[in-house]
């Protein structure tokens, strides 16, 4: 089958412009390190130094990510339905509360259970050091993804057509309903959510780095910027890719056909529970989730600041205040190119089936940022692309590789949602392609691109894995202050720091929310 | 005289023939009715009239100029001067009854705009609602902005998906009535796909039976009353 309106020049002239750009800036150079490692002049060297250590901490790795992805995706499931089913009061409180975890950068929350640790236990025994870092990673990771797993299984969860469940009702218990008909219809959200934090979980480097826990992420980073061995860590790295690319391939259709992120239900009709027993146990378990999530670790983070008085937070303030601005800037501009980039991935994958574009950002995405650092370090550390590798564009295009496709699944599930005959009204009008995009499809999907930005933001504000890889000399954005100053400061300024970047994270979420409400609300339409 | 031509069209979605061989003339300012349970191929005919599909095998022509042919458009959707009418209407929800209206008007400037969209809306009673949203208006309100829209273009040919098909009785045949008229006011030519063969018997000048792709049954209404094609007497008996 063939649409007509879909092949006209205007729209392949787009398609060109952005493909381009997203080949030669962002998938290159993670092809270039491929070519690099297996046709360099030291690969024989470097197969040599893969050993058994090595496949033991992969294997290492990934039994804790995998036992973080079970954990977060079991919490997705309970907490979901609580969330997303339940007939609850604040709903919309709970669900803010719920997914801070997921806005804030991993280490903050690191910070706050070793914070927690050296006060309950005493953390400089070495045994329990180790033990503690292997707890403290699955514990903090569980508590960072698990929001995630919440909003990919709720999303399903609204999705699912209120007969399903009312027919399954009226012919079984609620037992038999939840377990032979709503966990089926959300099995693709439940697999996709395990992937993905699975992945999310490998790549991350923050955590393990803070805690001190072994893992491939740090290793790489460690073979990389200590010791200086580019060769093995570009091939650790491309074990690690390979690993996830084949976990995303694998699963491709699941994820790509997964509701996750989705934004609004147009109009469905959300088949909520409210018995007594549901409600009670739905009120219990997520006041818990937020004590546990959220209350705790920023007490503790509060505590541990001002335990000595204000100067340590004073200190902190005065460390991280020339920071804020570079950080929000950078993290804007990223924001809107990975928005662009992810419309038009989006735009053409749903509508004029081209995936392409959206399948190199989802490799892009799965890439572990610290390896996606090494590969912007490889390909752009040379005379000719040094006006790049030196200046603020080299955080950019990393953010842009690493956070695109995020903006491309929000969009690409709106404009899923959005009847093709939208569209086709216009092209019957001889209404020409970028009229419609601007005057019909954008402000269809407004409120998912508006979403979609301010998750990028939040994903590039935070982001350490690929900045601290690639950031020029001399720059000053808060996550690498924040991490570079915490090797070595005390405790109460690390804690400092991080609570500083808790509250500005959260003023800057609240802010943006305050300023997109109103349009969000607007556009958020039901055809 | 026919303004529309199907010739040996045939069309494909992934493995699934829908039109198979499909010869079918449209005459002008008629309307015909293009009658088929679910699945027949009735909208993709319409699809393929107005060049939003391109057909995998055969010629259309529309007045008489080739429009499409196997694997290319050849009049864009725009240019066949005809209008639109979707199942689910497709107003767009973000714009007022006005800015859907005014939408497709160019080479106008504001105030022939307005006159142009008050104009079309006072024919169907719909002045009051120019700056309500779709979502404000009724169903049977919608399907008049809906056909509105379409005509504000001043097509010669009117393509119309089953738009009744979520009203009641009162409200359909209201709409009905008004489709006639405009007919008769516009001199339009009208294809009309439904499945509801006592709405097609009630205002259709030729009314075309269609399943699995085929044709089963052309004629006026009275000559498909009286087939005797096994298929067109079991879809007419319910």
Request: glycine share 6%; aromatic share 12%.
């Amino acid at each position: 089958m063939i649409i007509s309106h879909n092949k006209s020049i205007s729209s392949n002239l787009l398609y060109t412009i952005v493909l381009l750009p997203v080949l030669l800036l962002l998938v290159l150079p993670v092809l270039n390190i491929v070519v690099l490692t297996f046709f360099g002049t030291n690969f024989p060297e470097s197969i040599a130094s893969i050993n058994r250590d090595l496949f033991l901490l992969l294997l290492k790795s990934l039994a804790v990510s995998g036992i973080v992805a079970l954990i977060s995706t079991f919490i997705g499931i309970v907490l979901g339905f609580s969330l997303y089913k339940s007939d609850i009061k604040y709903r919309n409180v709970f669900r803010l509360l719920i997914l801070i975890p997921l806005f804030i950068s991993p280490y903050i929350l690191a910070v706050a259970w070793k914070d927690i640790s050296v006060l309950i236990f005493d953390y400089n025994t070495s045994i329990f050091e180790k033990t503690y870092s292997f707890f403290g990673m699955i514990l903090v990771h569980s508590t960072i993804y698990s929001p995630l797993s919440i909003l990919i299984i709720g999303s399903a969860l609204s999705n699912i057509s209120k007969q399903m469940e009312e027919s399954a009702l009226l012919m079984g218990s609620f037992k038999d309903m939840f377990f032979k008909i709503l966990l089926p219809l959300i099995r693709p959200s439940i697999i996709t959510s395990f992937v993905l934090i699975l992945i999310f979980s490998i790549s991350e480097f923050s955590v393990p780095a803070f805690l001190g826990f072994r893992v491939f992420t740090t290793e790489i980073f460690t073979q990389f910027s200590a010791f200086y061995n580019h060769n093995l860590a570009m091939l650790q790295s491309l074990l690690l890719i390979f690993i996830c690319v084949i976990l995303l391939v694998s699963e491709r259709k699941r994820i790509s056909d997964s509701v996750f992120l989705s934004i609004g239900t147009r109009g469905r009709e959300v088949k909520l529970y409210s018995s007594k027993k549901i409600v009670v146990f739905s009120y219990i378990i997520l006041s818990f989730a937020v004590v546990f999530t959220v209350f705790i670790p920023v007490s503790i983070l509060v505590y541990q600041s001002f335990k000595t008085g204000t100067s340590k937070f004073m200190e902190a303030i005065f460390l991280l205040l020339p920071t804020i601005g570079n950080s929000v800037l950078l993290a804007v501009i990223g924001s809107i190119i990975s928005v662009f980039i992810g419309f038009v991935a989006a735009y053409y994958s749903e509508i004029l089936n081209k995936k392409l574009m959206n399948m190199m950002l989802l490799v892009l995405f799965a890439i572990p940022s610290t390896i996606f650092g090494i590969a912007l370090i490889k390909f752009y550390n040379n005379s000719l692309l040094n006006f790049i590798y030196s200046s603020f564009g080299i955080l950019i295009i990393g953010y842009v590789g690493k956070y695109s496709f995020i903006s491309a699944k929000l969009i690409g599930n709106s404009i899923k949602q959005m009847p093709k005959s939208m569209e086709e009204a216009a092209v019957i009008q001889w209404i020409g392609f970028f009229k419609r995009i601007q005057k019909i499809v954008i402000p269809l999907v407004l409120p998912a691109i508006f979403a979609s930005f301010i998750i990028n933001f939040l994903f590039c504000f935070g982001d350490l894995g690929t900045s601290i890889m690639v950031y020029p000399p001399g720059t000053e954005i808060m996550p690498i202050k924040v991490f570079t100053i915490m090797a070595n400061a005390t405790e109460s300024l690390t804690s400092s720091m991080a609570l500083i970047v808790f509250l500005v994270t959260i003023l800057l979420v609240s802010l943006l929310f305050f300023i997109f409400k109103k349009i969000i609300a607007k556009y958020n339409v039901n055809y | 005289m026919s303004i529309i031509k199907l010739i040996n069209i045939s069309h494909w979605y992934s493995e699934n023939r829908v039109l198979d061989n499909l010869n079918l003339e449209i005459e002008k300012n008629k309307i015909t009715y293009i009658l088929g349970s679910s699945g027949s191929g009735k909208t993709t005919i319409l699809r393929l009239i107005a060049g939003l599909e391109v057909p995998d095998k055969g010629e259309i022509y529309i007045q008489n100029l080739k429009a499409s042919v196997a694997n290319k458009i050849i009049v864009a959707p725009g240019k066949r001067q005809l209008g639109y009418i979707f199942q689910d209407l497709a107003l767009w929800p973000h714009l007022t009854v006005y800015e859907n209206i005014a939408f497709g008007l160019k080479n106008m400037n504001k105030s022939e705009v307005e006159g142009e969209v008050k104009g079309i809306l006072s024919l169907f009673g719909l002045n009051g609602s120019l700056q309500k949203f779709p979502h404000q208006l009724s169903g049977g309100q919608q399907q008049m902005v809906a056909i509105a829209r379409a005509l504000a273009l001043k097509p010669k040919i009117l393509l119309m998906d089953e738009p009744l098909a979520s009203l009641d009785v009162k409200s359909k045949r209201k709409i009905l009535d008004y489709i006639v008229s405009i007919k008769e006011k516009y001199n339009l030519t009208i294809v009309y796909v439904t499945h509801d063969h006592l709405e097609a018997f009630a205002i259709a000048d030729n009314i075309v039976v269609i399943n699995e792709g085929k044709i089963q049954e052309s004629g006026t209404a009275v000559e498909i009353k009286n087939s005797t094609n096994d298929f067109v007497k079991y879809f007419i008996e319910w």
